[in-house]
């Protein structure tokens, strides 16, 4: 019989992160922290000065005079095939032969003895080129005739044309949307060491390691099983390591191999903001037309991003901008088109959204166009425009939403954080203040679940016990301090009925989990914590038929609780029992696997099943403005966020808050700007402004909903919370704009472009109060 002792650490419970303790004692290891072997040298990059030229010969005598130098890499030195491009387009090259692309771009690599030296010594090169005529932005690019890095995307549905001449208000215009650099705490860092033959590891901060290991092998020449990728744990990665690790792995391993020594490269700050990628700038033309009541009957759209010299990855992320247009609104008539522009800049990447972002600030503009053109409270125009659950739910790309909650989330915040009353309040505020004005908004969150290359959504886990009963737990995600490990220990206690702390969690390595994805896309734990689930109900199917016949009792009469497992009317300690399952040559050891169903997708089409589900959110925020100087500061902040059953509601509640905060900075703060050369000038924390602590919503209630539980099969009824989150600090943005627009009494859309930094803020409220 059971008794009421309960398992430590279970799903759906606040277990602390697995690391908490080791990352505020500075005990957590990093690929910094891994003691050099003797003889280990240092890679350091040298670049390009210019944005756009024809390379005609790189000089290193000097480079090579330089005591402490052993050598220099360059395109020549490549072994195998000079590419590391994550879509394989051949694009992007290791090193490039011929045509310097973007300032900034790296040329060669100068290994040294110490780090400090081969930095200096990569200043020394002499690099001869002729310059040629650069685009930085999308726009510039479309008027020089630049091509597109992939092939666009076009969604449609409906017939847009007619119900655009049928309306009785049509709304065209254009938005600007920065981009973002991901910030993370660690920067780039890879570490490689030789083996013998073809061997190589690589230990280093990324998000994919399976990706990692195939593009060295692929530059290396050799078969992927010569290349093992290990990764403990990163310090941050919000899609900046996805794919811009490619680079910093191969140059390691190459120069390992070369000389046949150990060999670390670690950028400075200022080289790894400028070499590697960011979130894509976006330029948006919306084309919005609606009736008297404020719905919307058609939208026209294009979505034209900044995305580099090269591809990256920005296919599938102008895709995901146009997946994102509609946000939590239904368009009975709708085209899209995506834009993905080459431009001479750094090949732009993942980050946290990958293009939905760039996409539900759009839908917002609009709304926010139609709310103003109306005389509307905005929230009343997002309310009758959201899906429905059984009509007027089909998404531009032809999925059905089956499972919106938006009535009743955003019905509760709305009574919650009282924004009926406040926004009155703050009405009447504004009459009476000539020079401090509020704005307040409450914005939703449609987001959906999957990677949208389909075969990405797979996952693998290796789990063994061994006859100590102890837990060993391996899985192909990577923790970036997210909590992705502890979550994924905790569905294997639980399966287990054991305690959390019996679980041991190691690093993601190749050589343990073959094929994996990368930990992006929000997927990590409904992917990892799948495949580890099912690696452990394999060991326990043969734990029970081991203790049906041995105990003679129905398998059913095996069950496993609290540390114990009680077979018919006899109760073993865990371990005691998992003693006898080895002495009895049970297989303690499984390999699980998990694919996501019912998803597909035809891109030819615009249409399929992307999302395996959505996940929904809403954020209520208030903000006040200075109209002399544009400066700003945000008073409250209501967040509800939906994430399905929690598996570990501390942790979500911590991705909600952070996500928040660090959407905030994306449409506030945080600016990239490029001179006329096509330097980028805010390249380190001195000229680029992440959020601070100060500058926190004064007020700040964060929830989760408590009575959302996800309708499909995922780990534990939960939902994802990485991205979704993100998209809530638009509601800071929204809350600016109608702060923005009470200057004139509310009678036009300020249309600000993000961030709206306070230069922007202070500029439309002066263009407002021209008339202009």
């Known amino acids: 019989?059971?008794?009421?002792?309960?398992?430590?650490?279970?799903?759906?419970?606040?277990?602390?992160?697995?690391?908490?303790?080791?990352?505020?004692?500075?005990?957590?290891?990093?690929?910094?922290?891994?003691?050099?072997?003797?003889?280990?040298?240092?890679?350091?990059?040298?670049?390009?000065?210019?944005?756009?030229?024809?390379?005609?010969?790189?000089?290193?005598?000097?480079?090579?005079?330089?005591?402490?130098?052993?050598?220099?890499?360059?395109?020549?030195?490549?072994?195998?095939?000079?590419?590391?491009?994550?879509?394989?387009?051949?694009?992007?090259?290791?090193?490039?032969?011929?045509a310097i692309q973007f300032h900034g771009q790296p040329l060669f690599a100068v290994i040294a003895e110490t780090r400090d030296i081969a930095r200096r010594a990569a200043e020394r090169a002499k690099i001869e080129y002729e310059t040629l005529p650069h685009a930085l932005d999308p726009i510039t690019a479309q008027k020089?005739?630049?091509?597109?890095?992939?092939?666009?995307?076009?969604?449609?549905?409906?017939?847009?044309?007619?119900?655009?001449?049928?309306?009785?208000?049509?709304?065209?215009?254009?938005?600007?949307?920065?981009?973002?650099?991901?910030?993370?705490?660690?920067?780039?860092?890879?570490?490689?060491?030789?083996?013998?033959?073809?061997?190589?590891?690589?230990?280093?901060?990324?998000?994919?390691?399976?990706?990692?290991?195939?593009?060295?092998?692929?530059?290396?020449?050799?078969?992927?099983?010569?290349?093992?990728?290990?990764?403990?744990?990163?310090?941050?990665?919000?899609?900046?390591?996805?794919?811009?690790?490619?680079?910093?792995?191969?140059?390691?391993?190459?120069?390992a191999k070369k000389w046949n020594r150990a060999v670390k490269i670690r950028p400075d700050r200022d080289q790894d903001m400028t070499a590697t990628g960011k979130r894509h700038d976006f330029v948006i033309d919306y084309d919005?037309?609606?009736?008297?009541?404020?719905?919307?009957?058609?939208?026209?759209?294009?979505?034209?991003?900044?995305?580099?010299?090269?591809?990256?990855?920005?296919?599938?992320?102008?895709?995901?901008?146009?997946?994102h247009a509609d946000n939590a609104y239904f368009y009975p008539n709708v085209r899209l088109n995506s834009r993905p522009m080459k431009t001479n800049t750094v090949s732009n990447t993942a980050f946290r959204g990958f293009g939905g972002p760039q996409g539900v600030i759009a839908?917002?503009?609009?709304?926010?166009?139609?709310?103003?053109?109306?005389?509307?409270?905005?929230?009343?125009?997002?309310?009758?425009n959201f899906y429905g659950t059984t009509d007027r739910n089909v998404t531009p790309y032809h999925q059905e939403v089956e499972d919106c909650i938006l009535d009743r989330l955003v019905g509760e915040l709305e009574e919650t954080s009282e924004y009926r009353q406040r926004r009155q309040?703050?009405?009447?505020?504004?009459?009476?203040?000539?020079?401090?004005?509020?704005?307040?908004?409450?914005?939703?969150?449609?987001?959906?679940?999957?990677?949208?290359?389909?075969?990405?959504?797979?996952?693998?886990?290796?789990?063994?016990?061994?006859?100590?009963?102890?837990?060993?737990?391996?899985?192909?995600?990577?923790?970036?301090?997210?909590?992705?490990?502890?979550?994924?220990?905790?569905?294997?206690?639980?399966?287990?009925?054991?305690?959390?702390?019996?679980?041991?969690?190691?690093?993601?390595?190749?050589?343990?989990?073959?094929?994996?994805?990368?930990?992006?896309?929000?997927?990590?734990?409904?992917?990892?914590?799948?495949?580890?689930?099912?690696?452990?109900?394999?060991?326990?199917?043969?734990?029970?038929?081991?203790?049906?016949?041995?105990?003679?009792?129905?398998?059913?009469?095996?069950?496993?609780?609290?540390?114990?497992?009680?077979?018919?009317?006899?109760?073993?300690?865990?371990?005691?029992?998992?003693?006898?399952?080895?002495?009895?040559?049970?297989?303690?050891?499984?390999?699980?696997?998990?694919?996501?169903?019912?998803i597909h997708w035809d891109r030819a089409k615009g249409q399929g099943r992307p999302f395996y589900y959505f996940a929904y959110g809403a954020s209520c925020s208030e903000v006040a403005i200075d109209t002399l100087t544009g400066e700003y500061r945000v008073d409250r902040t209501d967040l509800l966020h939906d994430v399905g059953r929690s598996l570990n509601p501390m942790l979500d509640k911590g991705q909600v808050e952070g996500a928040f905060i660090q959407g905030m900075g994306w449409l506030t703060t945080e600016e990239l700007w490029w001179d006329d050369a096509g330097r980028l000038r805010t390249h380190a924390p001195s000229t680029y402004k992440i959020p601070l602590a100060s500058d926190r919503p004064r007020i700040f209630n964060v929830n989760l909903t408590d009575w959302s539980e996800n309708r499909e099969l995922t780990i534990k009824r939960s939902k994802a919370v990485g991205e979704p989150p993100f998209m809530l600090g638009i509601s800071v943005f929204e809350a600016l704009s109608m702060a923005v627009a009470s200057v004139t009494d509310y009678r036009e859309c300020p249309r600000l472009d993000a961030p709206a930094t306070p230069e922007r803020v202070l500029m439309a409220v002066a263009r407002l109060q021209a008339g202009s």
């Open 425 to 598: 309040d703050i009405i009447a505020f504004n009459k009476t203040s000539p020079v401090l004005k509020k704005g307040i908004a409450l914005t939703p969150v449609k987001f959906g679940i999957s990677f949208t290359a389909t075969w990405y959504n797979q996952a693998g886990a290796l789990v063994h016990v061994y006859n100590d009963g102890s837990i060993h737990l391996n899985h192909g995600g990577t923790e970036m301090g997210q909590g992705l490990n502890t979550k994924v220990a905790q569905v294997v206690a639980e399966a287990f009925q054991v305690d959390f702390n019996r679980i041991k969690i190691t690093k993601t390595t190749t050589e343990k989990v073959p094929n994996t994805s990368a930990t992006a896309a929000s997927s990590g734990t409904d992917l990892n914590g799948m495949a580890a689930l099912n690696a452990v109900e394999q060991i326990k199917e043969r734990l029970v038929k081991f203790a049906s016949e041995t105990w003679n009792v129905s398998p059913e009469e095996v069950v496993f609780h609290a540390n114990q497992v009680h077979i018919g009317q006899d109760v073993l300690a865990f371990d005691a029992f998992i003693k006898q399952a080895y002495l009895a040559r049970v297989q303690l050891s499984a390999a699980g696997f998990y694919k996501t169903p019912k």
């Open 144 to 255: 020089a005739g630049y091509p597109h890095v992939t092939a666009p995307l076009k969604l449609e549905r409906g017939d847009v044309a007619p119900a655009q001449a049928a309306a009785p208000n049509r709304i065209k215009g254009r938005m600007s949307v920065g981009g973002q650099d991901h910030m993370y705490l660690e920067g780039h860092i890879a570490f490689a060491i030789p083996g013998e033959d073809d061997d190589v590891v690589v230990h280093c901060s990324t998000q994919h390691p399976s990706e990692a290991q195939h593009m060295v092998a692929h530059v290396l020449g050799v078969p992927s099983n010569a290349v093992v990728v290990n990764v403990r744990r990163m310090g941050g990665g919000f899609g900046g390591k996805e794919s811009q690790m490619n680079l910093f792995c191969a140059v390691a391993a190459m120069a």
């Open 288 to 323: 919005v037309a609606f009736d008297d009541e404020g719905r919307i009957q058609a939208v026209e759209g294009s979505f034209a991003a900044r995305c580099g010299f090269s591809a990256d990855l920005s296919g599938p992320v102008t895709d995901r901008a146009l997946f």
């Open 363 to 384: 839908a917002e503009r609009m709304i926010e166009e139609i709310a103003y053109a109306t005389g509307q409270d905005p929230l009343d125009v997002r309310k009758a």
């Open 1 to 98: 019989m059971k008794d009421n002792v309960s398992i430590i650490g279970s799903a759906h419970t606040n277990v602390n992160h697995d690391s908490a303790v080791k990352h505020v004692t500075g005990q957590a290891d990093y690929t910094d922290d891994i003691a050099l072997p003797q003889g280990a040298l240092h890679a350091y990059l040298g670049v390009s000065d210019v944005a756009h030229a024809k390379l005609l010969g790189i000089d290193f005598s000097d480079v090579l005079a330089m005591p402490g130098v052993v050598g220099v890499l360059t395109a020549d030195d490549v072994p195998g095939a000079n590419d590391i491009s994550p879509t394989h387009l051949n694009d992007e090259p290791v090193f490039p032969t011929d």
